[in-house]
């Protein structure tokens, strides 16, 4: 089995980048075949605890204040409501579910204890818990793992160079500040990226280098394509070519080849022969949720995927 390596060069990362896709994406099956199953998929669901009224100003987010996007604006939704969803999510195949809050920051205020409760709740159901609520502090994050939290999304987004271009409100050492403080309190980390922000090929090659150069990879890896949301200034942004999100997702697969790959935003643009080909790639997860969204942009049906997985011979991941 080949080793995990925490050293890639850009040279190399590069190197495998352009490879001709069909090299590319039998080398990244391969690595997935060493590592994981083949046929199991893990079925997250996502939910929106707090939509809307961000104070940020990530250019890619309907979430966030200043666009006038039509997204309705939630509070923190209450714990049992929460908790119900989680029950159903579980009892349709999800293994692990995921509450994201539209939040700069955590404060500790009662908001956050009521996520904490939360978190002791789904963890006692059997389900892998993870959240994203924005930066937390180191405390912030012990007080999450002690209630039970399995992993933290907190996503690069870009590369380094590209991060100012889209969000000018905090700046990529926040990021990487919070995922240390993330990984110091035990939680498994999962952060990845959004492709087709305007950035370059470079820009991606960088990102998967930042990425596959921590000092521990990320335990899972969201792939996403943007979803033009209408009112955000990258709203007339070309929409993401399939064979692009398949060779990055070939990329990481073969650069972090324990991680969970996630093809994430931007499935319901895509079809089930363009799905099939991420799989192959070394895809491995998938989001789902009760609303057929993504947090506030469209993904595929719950029967959609049903019929997905059976054809294609998949099955989900099972629950811990
Ligand atoms: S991506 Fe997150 S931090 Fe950025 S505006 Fe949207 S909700 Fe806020």
């Known amino acids: 089995m080949e080793q995990i390596r925490n050293d890639w060069s850009i040279e190399e990362i590069k190197l495998l980048y352009h490879e001709p896709l069909l090299e590319l994406v039998y080398k990244a099956a391969t690595v997935h075949r060493t590592w994981h199953s083949s046929s199991a998929v893990q079925v997250c ?31 923190l939704m209450d714990k049992e409501e929460v908790l119900s969803i989680a029950a159903r999510a579980k009892a349709s195949g999800s293994s ?22 939360m978190v002791k709740g789904i963890n006692a159901l059997g389900l892998e818990v993870c959240c994203t609520l924005g930066m937390l502090t180191e405390t912030q994050a012990e007080r999450l793992q002690a209630a039970g939290l399995y992993a933290y999304n907190h996503n690069l987004d870009s590369s380094e160079r590209y991060y100012d271009e889209i969000i000018s409100t905090r700046i990529y050492g926040d990021r990487l500040n919070t995922l240390n403080n993330v990984r110091k309190a035990g939680i498994s980390v999962c952060c990845g990226g959004i492709i087709g922000l305007g950035e370059t090929h470079e820009d991606r090659i960088g990102m998967l280098h930042t990425l596959s150069n921590l000092p521990q990879h990320p335990e899972s890896v969201p792939i996403n394509a943007l979803a033009r949301v209408p009112g955000t200034p ?23 080849p324990k991680a969970m790959v996630r093809l994430s935003a931007g499935r319901s643009e895509m079809s089930t022969t363009e799905q099939a080909w991420c799989f192959m790639a070394g895809a491995n997860s998938i989001f789902t949720s009760e609303s057929e969204e993504l947090l506030v942009t469209p993904n595929p049906k719950l029967d959609e995927d049903r019929a997905m997985f059976e054809l294609l011979g998949l099955t989900p991941l099972s629950n811990k």
């Open 45 to 75: 669901t996502l939910l929106s605890i707090k939509t809307g009224g961000c104070t940020e100003d990530c250019a890619y987010c309907g979430q966030a204040a200043r666009y006038h996007t039509n997204i309705t604006v939630k509070a």
């Open 96 to 117: 692990r579910f995921c509450m994201a809050a539209a939040w700069r920051e955590v404060r500790d205020n009662k908001d956050f204890e009521r996520v904490l409760e």
């Open 234 to 256: 990258l709203q007339d942004l070309t929409k993401v070519d399939v064979w692009d999100m398949v060779r990055m997702i070939a990329v990481a697969r073969i650069l972090m």
